[in-house]
Every structure is written in C-alpha cells, then in structure tokens.
C-alpha cells in the first residue's frame, strides 16, 4: 500500500493507518457477535413497522455483484419487502443482466430500471478521465446513491440497505475513490471539461442530501454489519440458491469497471485496487497474509481481454486510441485539485458518527 497511497503513515510499531482505522470503524459499526440477533431482530421490526400498509418497507441497490446480491438475499430472508434498484449506465455485461434477473425472480423481489441518459453519462465519464483523477467510478457512485434516495423518498421509505460492509470495504484510500456523495466536486470536473449538460442525470447536492437524512430521516443500513459476513460462503450460497455466476473480480460486473480498475489505474496510476481488498481480508481474518501476497503474482486480468477491454472502451466513448492515449499520459491528480465539499463532509461525518447514522 505504501507504493500507491500518498497518506499512508507507520507508527513506532510499523503498523500502518488503515489497520489502525479498521480497528477503529470495526468498533464502532460492526454489530458485536452476542449482540447481533437481536440487534439485528430489532431492526428488522423497526423496519418492517416504518414500511406498514406501504407496497415496500425499503429500498435496495442491486448491480449483480456478490455484495448487493447477497443484501436480496438476506433481506428478503428476514421477512422485509425491499424494492430493488438498478442503474443501467450502459455498461452492464451480459453476466451482470443475467444474475440480476435470475436473482430476483428467484426470491420474488420487485425490480426498478434507471436507464441512464448515454450522451449525459459519456461526458460525464470521459470528463473524469480527462480530470486526471485515480476515481473515474464517482459518476456511477454517486448516481446509484441518488436513485436509492429518491427512491426511498417517493414511496415513503426510511430505510436504504447497502451491501456497504467493513470486513471487506473499510480500507479505500481517500485519494483512490473521494466523491461519490460530493455533488460539488462532480459538477466542477464535469464543468470544466464536459461539453453536454447533465440535464437528467440523478444528483443530489449537500443540502439535498441533508434534507433526506435530518428531514426525511432517511437511513442508510449496512446490514451486512448486522452479520457474520464471510465472502466466500457468501458466494457459495449465492451460486447454490441461486444459480449466480461469479464474475472473476471485485465489481467486475461493470465493463467499464473492469476496464478502470484492471487496465487504467494500473497503468496510469499504479493502483492495483487488491492490495486495498485484500488488506482487508486479512485484517477481518477471511484471508492470510501469505494468501494475499500469491495473489498479488497473480495478472489482475488476462492480458488478451484487458486489450479487448481497452478497445470497447474507447469505441463506446467515441474516443482515438490517441486521445486515450492523451488521457493516460496526463499529469495525475487528485480531487484536492477541484472544489469539493470535503472540509463539510469531514464536520458531518463527525456529528453523524456521534449520532451512529454514519453516512457512506
């Protein structure tokens, strides 16, 4: 990690940050085993008593990934009636459609479709290439959260539950992957290097975002901190209940992020984004050490398809290899080189966490 992150820092003992912070946030949001039924029964009532006489008790996000599709899972086997969200932003691979549609259909769950705008979202996309930033997924981040908010706020719902989890998410360098919930920082990369108005893009700006969660009091659940969530036996359940097909890696279900995170920020940034996954597989004991660093020796893609990857790519955003070239060559930068929101999120995340409605 100390190759990649710019903000990484040792203590006395070599012991690095984000074990630190992982320490930290595991304290705090992971539910503690002799509490979880419970706490977990607890919430289940809370929700189901918020969703009473309503179509729906709570909204869920789904892409086809293992995280997601075990949310479906788990929530619908807790008895609550979610609404499934999904954002098609043109990217999907047929795999992604299939474990979707076979998911739901398994387990009886009402699916709603955003088809995003295509000429909107490719400016907006090549606006974060072109941005020189190692976070080219914010586009579709932060549309995802949007839709699950509007959502939740059109059919009276208090209640958004995320495959969000700490035991294999908690460890994303703020540098990698800053933006998602930053309306502000969307719009100033799309303003200075987009050509198209983003007319009908879903957003939600700082006061927007504050209205559903102190107004609406709208929450976000990662109920996967409510349980013993062990990816592996996820995917076993989930490829046994089932019928999904794995995709061969962490969000792969997107084209496009299979493209980003296997061909672009390993050759423009020299991120590989396994050393963060698999860091904190470790720290939540699902992965040894040794395992990991196997894995690392391992091509995070075969070269053939990351090529083929890499030419979809630059045909679907109408691109010239030599202007992806361009792009590649670029100086890098970071979201601290564009207007953000990020001293406010940083008061926030403080009064929220002191709350326990920690936000992202």
Sequence with gaps: MDTTDPDIVFDNDGV??????????????????????????ALVSEIKAAGAGKDYDCVIGVSGGVDSTYVAYVVKNLGLRPLAI???????????????????????????THVIDWEEF??????????????????????????????????????????TNIVSEAILPEKWGYGYFDWRYVSDVHRRFGSTKL?????????RLFYYVFFRKIRLISILNYIDYEKK?????????????????????SIYTRFYQ??????????????????NLILSGQMTRDEALRGLEEPVYPENLLIEDRDYATKKLRQTPDSM????????????????????FEKAKTLVNATRRYIG
């Design 16 to 41: 690095c940050s984000h074990c630190h912070r992982y320490d930290r946030v595991s304290m705090q949001r992971l539910i503690p085993t002799e509490q979880r039924t419970a706490r977990l029964e």
């Design 86 to 112: 999904h954002l098609d932003n043109g990217w999907n691979s047929e795999l992604a459609v299939a474990n979707i549609q076979k998911t739901l259909d398994v387990l009886g769950i009402d699916l709603h």
């Design 122 to 163: 490719r400016d907006l996309q090549l606006s974060f290439l072109k941005a020189s930033t190692p976070d080219g997924e914010v586009p579709t981040d932060h549309a995802i959260f949007a839709l699950l908010y509007e959502m939740a706020n059109k059919y009276g719902l208090k209640y958004v539950i995320t495959g």
């Design 199 to 207: 007319a009908t893009y879903p957003h939600f700006s700082l006061a």
């Design 233 to 253: 036996e996820a995917m076993d359940v989930l490829q046994g209940k089932l019928g999904w097909v794995y995709y061969g890696g962490k969000h792969y279900e």
């Design 262 to 279: 296997a061909y672009w920020l390993l050759r423009k940034f020299n991120i590989d984004k396994r050393k963060a996954h698999y860091s």
């Design 325 to 344: 070239e361009a792009m590649m060559q670029a100086p890098n930068k970071t979201f601290l080189d564009y207007r953000t929101s990020h001293s406010l």
